[in-house]
Structure formats: structure tokens, C-alpha cells
């Protein structure tokens, strides 16, 4: 099981990564824009407000831009959380035949984290990091069902 839970939670970064350099770098946001011309009609008469006729002849200009070109930088550390999370787990789940109650604490905190930072931002980029938060709580039950094993003097207990 201990196994199970390390491959899980390697599972759950690679989600992390993945969602992570999608939203770097993945135009999420794309549009057209199309400047209106006034045309000048002979005959008619100047109003207070003037009108603008826009003729179909018009160009029509396209654009798309990454989450980094509308947010600026500082998106970046915002966007690293969960991969952050995602490591302390890996690490976590690597020493639970070490320190079994340090690594748990680890495994769940990063897992319990996560998982809001999924709900909180469900509507915008949580949703992207929804595949690794489910991975994450599959290595930490993984982990917590896991049966401490002995691998030698590190975890002898001492009379």
C-alpha cells in the first residue's frame, strides 16, 4: 500500500504540473474586435449626437492572450500552489515508513489545502487542478491504510 500511495501521489504532481503549464502558457482567452467607421452621407443633417454608421466592409481583428498576459506575473505563484502542495505530498508519502505520524500530518494538511484551493477556485482555474486534488486524497487514504513495515534500525524501536 505504500507503494500504491507514492505512485499516487507522483500521480497527483504530475496532474499538478501539467495543469500548471497548461494555464501558463494555453491562450485561455480569445475575442474579435471590430472599429466602427463613421461615413459621412451627403444630405444629411448634423444632430447633437453623433451617429456612427459601421459599414460591412469593416476588418474584424482577432486576438487571444494567455492567463500571464491579462494578469501579469504575478499570477505565477497563485498558479505553483498546488504544485507546491503536490511535492510535500511526494516527499510525504516517500517517509511514511520513516516518520509514519510527521508524513501523515504532511500527506492530509497538503491534501485538505489542495482541495479548497480546488473548491475555492472551481469557477476560474480550480477546476484545472481538480484531477490532482483527487489524486492527492486517493495517496492519503492510501497512506492511511497502509500498514507500518520495519525496513531496519531506522524504525527499531529501542527498550
Known amino acids: ?3 500504491l500511495a507514492q505512485a499516487v ?3 497527483a504532481h504530475g496532474f499538478a504540473w501539467v495543469a500548471f503549464l497548461f494555464l501558463l502558457f494555453w491562450p485561455t482567452y480569445s475575442g474579435s474586435s471590430v472599429s466602427p467607421v463613421a461615413v459621412n452621407m451627403p444630405g444629411e443633417l448634423p ?11 469593416v476588418t474584424r481583428e482577432t486576438f487571444s492572450a494567455t492567463l500571464v498576459d491579462v ?17 510535500v505530498a511526494v516527499l510525504a508519502s516517500l517517509k511514511l515508513h520513516r516518520r ?6 504532511l500527506l492530509w494538511s497538503s491534501t485538505i489545502v ?13 477546476l484545472f487542478y481538480f ?20 525496513r531496519g534500525p ?4 529501542e527498550a
Open 114 to 126: 489542495l482541495v479548497l484551493f480546488s473548491l475555492l477556485g472551481l469557477l476560474s482555474i480550480g
Open 154 to 157: 531506522d524504525t527499531a524501536t
Open 9 to 11: 501521489a507522483l500521480l
Open 47 to 57: 444632430s447633437r449626437a453623433p451617429l456612427t454608421r459601421v459599414e460591412p466592409g
Open 131 to 150: 484531477p490532482a486534488a483527487l489524486a492527492l486524497m486517493a495517496a492519503a487514504l492510501f497512506g492511511s491504510i497502509a500498514k507500518p513495515e520495519s
Open 100 to 105: 509514519r505520524m510527521l508524513s501523515m500530518v
Open 71 to 87: 494578469n501579469g506575473v504575478r499570477i505565477i505563484p497563485i498558479l505553483a500552489i498546488p504544485v507546491a502542495l503536490t511535492a
Open 1 to 3: 500500500m505504500l507503494r
